[in-house]
């Protein structure tokens, strides 16, 4: 197969499928040790239009604890939950469908799934599991599951057929068939583009080097991927893998060497702030940090994306406490100045079509009600409970 050549293609493809990295100082940067900022709160009001929100419907069969993955479309949600065998299907008004992969050996049924992602212009629902992935019909029929040999830990469709693909977390990125990046077409078995390493090679040999803690979140033409540990968040689209922004976390080479080591688990350095999320939306690329040597306190970054002015604002919810209600700790976000509902902070973000997408836990919900009475208030917050199934939370975007 053409994808698993990586040993024979390598050269060529960091040479014509990558593109060079840019010079720092052409690349935007989110610095996340500055002292100085233009701003002590990060501001997001102008540019969300229209907030809608979605209470996803609450049966026997899709009862939702934590959302460990989601998929929007223009009819569908997709969710993959914590209680549930398989992946719950919503339309656009919350109303359930269907459970897609179920937990099993039969045909069209998972083991372990990883991640999703969508194929919208083939109408494709693709899960994950290591080594193998599963599609699906927008109406839940199995159609095929194809397997693959090398080594990777997420799955983004980047256009039709094309998919690009996260590698494996943990693993010496000397393995056969490791790489950091890539770009692959599953019509045609073809490489479209390959990053064997990204970070600072010269730290150490590749044996001792590995990818550490993958976040990744929609970009303009793509997705953003970034590995901790490193300073360059990637732009991965349906042609190209290239460097997008940086981000300046203060390692020294010693700590870089630290948190990149194969030997290592996913740990922080102390006193440094590690990044928990980034999206972007047409004016700014922004990040959710934390303080190593303070878990319970989280700040907010944004980066102008035209004048590169970079704003920070720290939360005043705790994230200790919140993360037992929402793991994905969306509860710890920008300030809502557009109708006063839930601090704003999206799962994913898809600014080529002016949404992000954020979810809300009930019990999540509950808990900042109780920490800002004004939310109490809100029409559409009033109606959730305990008892209630997560919120999906859609910005449009100007």
């Known amino acids: 197969m053409k994808k698993v050549l990586f040993g024979l293609m390598a050269a060529i493809l960091i040479s014509t499928g990558c593109g060079s990295k840019k010079s720092s100082g ?20 102008d540019e969300i239009e229209s907030v809608e929100y979605i209470p996803l419907e609450l049966t026997d069969e899709s009862l939702i604890a934590n959302i460990l993955d989601i998929a929007v479309t223009d009819e569908y949600i997709f969710v993959y939950s914590t209680r549930q065998d398989g992946v719950l299907q919503f339309d656009r ?125 929609g970009s303009m033409d793509g997705w953003f991927c970034y590995s901790e540990g490193t300073d360059t968040v990637w732009n991965v689209n349906a042609k190209t893998i290239s460097p997008a922004f940086l981000v300046n976390n203060g390692y020294s080479a010693s700590e870089e060497k630290e948190m990149r080591s194969s030997k290592t688990g996913n740990a922080s350095v102390d006193g440094t702030y590690s990044v928990f999320n980034i999206f972007e939306t047409p004016r700014s690329y922004f990040a959710k940090c934390f303080q190593s040597s303070n878990e319970s306190k989280f700040f907010l970054y944004r980066l102008d994306k035209q004048t590169g002015a970079l704003s920070r604002e720290a939360s005043d919810i705790d994230a200790m406490e919140l993360f037992e209600y929402n793991r994905a700790l969306t509860g710890i976000g920008i300030r809502n100045e557009t109708d006063g509902g839930l601090p704003v902070w999206p799962f994913f973000s898809y600014p080529a079509k002016k949404l992000m997408i954020q979810v809300n836990t009930a019990v999540e919900i509950e808990y900042l009600k109780e920490k800002d009475p004004k939310l109490k208030e809100h029409p559409v917050l009033q109606k959730i409970t305990e008892e209630s199934n997560p919120l999906v939370t859609i910005y449009h975007l100007r």
């Open 26 to 45: 052409e690349l935007l940067q989110i610095d996340l040790a500055a002292k100085d900022f233009a701003s002590g709160q990060v501001e997001i009001a």
């Open 93 to 217: 008004k919350g109303h359930f469908l269907r459970r897609i992969a179920k937990t099993g050996n039969g045909p069209g049924e998972t083991g372990q799934i990883i991640s999703f992602t969508v194929d919208e212009e083939n109408r494709l629902f693709c899960v994950s599991e290591y080594f193998s992935t599963s599609f699906y019909s927008f109406y839940g029929e199995f159609i095929k599951k194809i397997t693959s040999l090398h080594p990777y830990s997420y799955q983004l469709s980047v256009g039709p057929n094309v998919m690009a693909e996260l590698g494996r977390m943990y693993v010496p990125l000397n393995v056969p068939g490791m790489f950091s990046l890539g770009i692959f077409n599953w019509a045609t078995d073809d490489t479209i583009a390959l990053r064997p390493t990204i970070g600072n090679m010269n730290l150490m040999s590749l044996e001792e080097t590995s990818l550490k803690g993958w976040i990744y979140n």
